[in-house]
């Protein structure tokens, strides 16, 4: 039998690429256990292992940086917060991505989202002047130095014509409950959070280093974000180079106003609501009842739980750069999701993220199920509830 | 003793609804002419004691059979002092497993009240073997970490101890690390060695002697007056004990044997032992060239836990080898480290010691070592790695550290088997081995060291008796009874000396010691009929009886343990207790009713242990299972003390077949008794012959393995005797 040589050298890049906890792990495979590839079948199923890509890691031994293996996970976390050596494993993951996307090697799915992040400061391909296209005749007040709030609408609710409907109605809520907040448009890059993930890091630097300059001559002190996403590198990742904002989801903020009777849900909607907890906005950022206060604030909703709810989550699949990645049907986790909905009668599936929406609409629509389950945010739920058509 | 007898039947706990109590009294009264029978609805209440005290008081009453719940409830409730009482199990065992007014159940409780009065008719109260020049002084053999630790536990209790060390200091292996592992949190600090602190205790108490570069020439006697001779410098010391820690600790595994690993092979492989030495030297240098170790590969299991060499695990390789990572490391925290291991086994909390190798950067191979070779002076490894699933090499490596495992000092000598004839002949039951180790050399017939449990370890069972040797009063502790660590070791050393002690006491009282712990009878010998078979010096699982040279036996009272084995080895049946008897259960066998062979109602004997069968039968009752009514429960001490006589009893007087139940024998053994139901099968074994004799079917008697576990499935297997028996037909001697 032909050895495999080990290569600390290899180990060593990792480690320097950010993978201090490598050496953590101790392979007793709660990880690829608790991971959500486990629940689908499938070719990448079959060759990913969360635990068995660590252990290649610890030993720089080839293997972890094959393309089906490297970019599989989805960065849901569900592996990090349980494991029992408290291994922070996404960023192995990252670090690891790091060595093949950092020599130039990026995947062909992603290929045109770095194109387009370089050129364009966001992932779509949109150009920068369109940015605040979504807007579409909604008044939205611009950001000014004595604005409390800055907007910050995540790239896919600029340009993807879906979710611009989120932004709107995050907008007219914010309106609604007497929100002093503004937008910037045009200047701002994308948050880079998941090109991060995709492992190019010199990137990520650029996109935030430019927003963190914008911000700071705009006289940014508090930010609302629409996506999850924004608001987990926005708060964990900007502080280290140099960006220190307040940063909060918008569910936190709305779900405040509610509380406070400053803002009156009351047009009953009717509906049997599922709620998706998004990996980012659970897990991540650890917000749980927000989004939970706002659906039941509605009136005549009857809030279900899924099987899988809170820390346990089952992540749509959309995370860690995978929004971009062909997976044939029936090996997508988000479907899971859908069909755990309709076996609970639900007729929506309510979530409060962008990439949530994208990935269960479009599982909704493989599975034939979007006559019987509509896949909506919240802020479209609430503003539908306030007397607005979404 | 001019007994008086008194039946005292309970009808609380459903009894009384059950059974036809005047029916059941009459028993007592009509039958067996017993002088006083009583009824109560709580007899274990405060008015139902005092009404057993009241006839004691005033009619004289000196035996009593309660008829009630099983004997292993309410002992102490119904203790009554300088009287004979003899539990009659009606309830576990009674209304609680059988129909309620039922003819059958009626019939059995009715038998079990004969036999009940049969017991306590012949019963005589026990009294304690008082032996003169008891000595209260512990013996304590071996000077390592286990030794000074019950030394020093024996004194600090209050009891004088002798130390023997055969090494001309006291320390043993601990002496020679360079660090010891954390024996305080946070568990990961490596922590200087404390042995001195330990040596010095020992030495300077004024309780505890200490005989050093010395040996055991001999020990004689029994608990409570070992004779013990020592040898030190040419002379010869006596010392008088009551009973013996054995911690002679165990050594490592001959690293010349695992050529295979490289050692011997390549300068640069060496064991833990030297890894220690060349640490404690401050010089982590390749033996090869004298070149800075930059490189070191641990690898654990070396020659354990492999059926070619030590099959089992060592216990201290893990936290030895990761502790010895953190010299490498200490020394030059850019060092590469490699561990390879089989399981990491750092228990407790040596997980602490784990997760900071690894935080140190050492990398952890799960696996098997596929080869080890020399390259320009380096070595290379290569190794199956269960979790890349694919072989995989090294880079090159300075250093090779075998974790060799241990051996305990109790397995290293000449095999010897003792038995009846030098021959040894075929017929006779499996004799343990003894290994001449040349540590206690004890003057007893059945060999001159501790018999071994697995592997040469001086146990006899883990779970159930930890400490407790096959010999009584010799507790053995540390790593000579099972592999084990420092903290391990502290531990086991002051649980072993308490044992000792407890010996001490008991015997003192002339009180059996565990597992029969308030025992006071012990085995008397006719002598007069003794045929020198030497039966039962070869099958006391204690070695409690010797031999003169007449092959006429000693017996050594404060050695036996009360199982009874003697009593059912005997053929001639000359060793009784005062309390238990070969005639005593034979004559409760002939009082069974065996009713004519067209009433269809068949009757099966149990012989149950009383350490796990019989409980197991009370937990079928308690859980309301249902058992065949033709069977009759007798308890007793251990299977071992089963006499065929009988079987030959019950199966003359129409009893239609016997069930023995007892432990788990052979590998693994859950005998509380160590061999006596294994002697129990093996006499069984024998049966044919007089079943041969009577003409009768040998399905007729069977022999059931039961834990105090098994009661789900107690039910089933008297039900399968029955339809064994069924198809056997009735015994012909039914009516004779």
């Known amino acids: 039998m032909e050895a495999k040589e080990i290569s600390l050298e290899m180990k060593e890049y990792l480690v320097a690429a950010g993978a201090q906890t490598l050496d953590h792990c101790m392979q007793c495979g709660l990880c690829s256990a608790l991971c959500p590839w486990r629940m689908v079948s499938g070719h990448i199923s079959e060759v990913f292992y969360i635990r068995k890509m660590q252990r290649l890691g610890q030993l720089g031994l080839e293997g972890f940086d094959t393309e089906e293996v490297l970019f599989a996970c989805t960065t849901c976390g569900i592996c990090q917060l349980n494991c029992p050596r408290q291994v922070k494993i996404i960023e192995n993951v990252r670090s690891m991505r790091s060595t093949t996307v950092e020599a130039g090697f990026v995947p062909a799915p992603v290929r045109s989202v770095v194109g387009s992040l370089h050129a364009n400061g966001n992932p779509w391909s949109g150009p920068r002047e369109k940015r605040m296209d979504w807007q579409q005749g909604v008044e939205v007040p611009a950001f000014s130095p004595d604005t409390e709030y800055l907007l910050f609408v995540c790239c896919t609710s600029c340009y993807d014509p879906r979710s611009q409907r989120i932004a709107r109605s995050v907008v007219d809520i914010l309106k609604k409950g007497g929100v002093n907040f503004g937008v910037i448009g045009e200047e701002e890059s994308c948050c880079g959070e998941t090109v991060r993930k995709i492992g190019d890091e010199e990137l990520f630097k650029k996109l935030a280093e430019s927003n963190i300059k914008l911000f700071k001559e705009k006289g940014v002190k508090k930010i609302i974000t629409t996506s999850p996403h924004c608001l987990y590198t926005f708060k964990n990742e900007y502080p280290e180079l140099g960006g220190e904002f307040e940063v909060i989801h918008y569910t936190q903020v709305v779900a405040g106003l509610v509380e406070e009777g400053k803002l009156v849900p009351n047009v009953p909607l009717g509906k049997k609501v599922a709620y998706h907890d ?87 629509l493989a599975l034939d199920k979007q006559e019987k389950i509509k896949v909506m945010e919240i802020s479209e739920l609430l503003s539908a509830s306030m007397g607005r058509e979404s | 003793m001019d007994k008086k007898l008194a039946v005292y039947i309970c009808t609380g706990c459903g009894i009384g609804d059950a059974l036809d109590v005047d029916a059941l009294s009459k028993v007592a009264t009509k039958e067996y002419k ?9 007899l274990c209440g405060a008015e139902g004691v005092e009404l057993i005290k009241q006839d004691m008081e005033g009619e004289g009453v000196n035996t009593i059979v309660i008829a009630a719940c099983s004997m292993r409830v309410n002992y102490d409730v119904f203790n009554f002092p300088n009287a004979i009482v003899e539990r009659v199990n009606l309830r576990e065992q009674g209304v609680w497993c059988h129909p309620a007014n039922d003819e059958d159940t009626q019939m059995l409780a009715e038998d079990s009240l004969r036999m009940g009065i049969v017991k306590a008719q012949q019963s ?23 030794g000074l630790t019950a030394a020093a536990e024996a004194a600090r209790a209050g009891y004088k101890t002798v130390l023997v060390e055969k090494n001309p200091s006291l320390g043993g292996w601990v002496t020679r690390l360079y660090k010891q592992v954390g024996l305080k949190p946070p568990y ?25 570069g010395a040996q055991i020439e001999k020990i004689s006697g029994a608990p409570g007056m070992f004779d013990v001779q020592i040898r030190q410098n040419g002379n010869l010391a006596t010392e008088r004990v009551g009973s013996i820690v054995l911690a002679t600790g165990a050594v490592a595994y001959d690293a010349t044997r695992l050529g295979h690993l490289g050692f011997g092979r390549y300068p640069n492989v060496v064991t833990g032992e030297m890894f220690e030495e060349m640490a404690a030297r401050g010089e982590l240098k390749r033996p090869s060239d004298g070149k800075e170790v930059k490189s070191v590969a641990f690898i654990l299991c070396a020659g354990s836990r492999d059926k070619e060499h030590l ?18 490391k200490e020394k030059d925290p850019e060092a590469t480290v490699y561990i390879f291991y089989k399981d990491m086994r750092a228990a407790g909390n040596y997980e602490f010691l784990y997760q900071r190798v690894q935080k140190e950067g050492a990398l952890f191979f799960r696996g098997e070592i596929a080869g080890i070779e020399e390259d320009g002076g380096s070595m290379v490894v290569e190794f199956d790695d269960v979790l890349v699933g694919d072989r995989i090499r090294t880079e090159p490596i300075d250093l090779v550290v075998l974790a060799t495992g241990m051996v305990p000092t109790t397995a290293i000598g000449e095999r010897l088997v003792v038995q009846a004839d030098e021959q040894g002949k075929e017929s006779e039951p499996p004799a343990d081995e003894i290994i001449k180790s040349n540590i206690l050399n004890l003057e007893y017939r059945q060999g001159p060291e501790l018999p071994t449990l697995k592997y040469g370890f001086a146990d006899s069972h883990f779970i159930c008796f930890p400490y407790e040797t096959r010999r009584t009063g010799i507790y053995a502790a540390g790593s000579v009874r099972a592999p084990m660590d420092i903290p391990s070791t502290i531990k086991d050393a002051t649980g072993a ?11 003192a009282e002339g009180s059996a010691v565990h597992p029969r712990v308030w025992d006071l009878s012990y085995p008397e010998f006719f002598m007069q009929r003794c045929t020198q078979c030497k039966r039962c010096t070869v099958e006391c699982p204690f070695g409690a009886i010797n031999e003169d040279e007449k092959a006429n ?79 009759r429960i007798i308890p007793v001490r251990c299977l071992g003390s089963m006499n065929l006589i ?16 007892g432990c788990k024998h052979g590998e693994d053994y859950q005998c509380h008794f160590i061999k006596g139901s294994e002697l129990a099968s093996y006499r069984l074994s024998k049966i044919s012959e007089t079943l041969n004799r009577l003409a009768l079917e040998s399905d007729r008697v069977r022999m059931e393995q039961v834990g105090i576990m098994d009661y789900d499935r107690i039910p089933q297997i008297i039900e399968d005797f029955v339809s064994k028996l069924e198809e056997v037909g009735p015994n012909p001697y039914k009516g004779f």
């Not at chain 1, 309709?342 to 993220?353: H, P, Q, R, S």
């Open chain 2, 311 to 328: 099959p089992y695990c060592s216990a201290i390789c893990c936290t030895e080898s990761l502790k010895q990572a953190l010299y490498v």
């Open chain 2, 497 to 507: 000396v308490l044992k000792a002690i407890q010996c001490i006491e008991l015997t």
């Open chain 2, 553 to 631: 036996p000693l017996p050594n009272p404060t050695r036996c343990r009360r199982c009874g084995t003697c009593m059912g080895a005997c053929p001639e049946r000359i060793i009784s207790f005062k309390n238990y008897s070969v005639p005593m259960i034979g004559n409760m066998v002939k009082a069974i009713e065996v009713p004519e062979e067209d009433e269809e109602k068949p009757r099966i004997v149990i012989f149950a242990c009383e350490n796990d069968a019989y409980p197991a039968l009370d937990m079928a009752g308690i859980n309301r299972l249902t058992i065949s009514p033709w069977v």
């Open chain 2, 188 to 212: 990961s600090e490596l922590e200087d060695v404390d042995i001195a602190q330990r040596v010095k205790e020992v030495e300077e108490n004024p309780n505890i002697t200490v005989y050093k």
């Open chain 2, 646 to 661: 009988w079987i030959a009893d019950a199966l003359s007087k129409g009893i239609d077949g016997i069930l023995l139940l």
């Open chain 2, 124 to 146: 005589s109260p026990p009294e304690p073997f008082q032996a003169e020049n008891l000595s209260k002084t512990v013996l304590v053999v071996g000077g390592g970490l286990a």
């Open chain 1, 278 to 364: 998004p990996c980012y906005l659970g897990r991540h950022n650890e917000i749980f009842e927000a989004p939970r206060t706002l659906l039941k604030a509605i009136p005549g909703t009857e809030l279900i739980e899924l099987s899988r709810a809170r820390e346990r989550s089952l992540c749509c699949a959309g995370g860690g750069g995978r929004l971009w990645a062909e997976v044939p049907r029936g090996e997508r986790f988000g479907e899971l999701r859908v069909l755990d909905a309709e076996a609970k009668n639900a007729n929506i599936l309510a979530t409060a993220c962008p990439y949530c929406v994208i990935m269960l609409e479009a599982d909704c």
């Open chain 2, 34 to 42: 017993v002088p006083v029978c009583k009824s109560h609805p709580f």
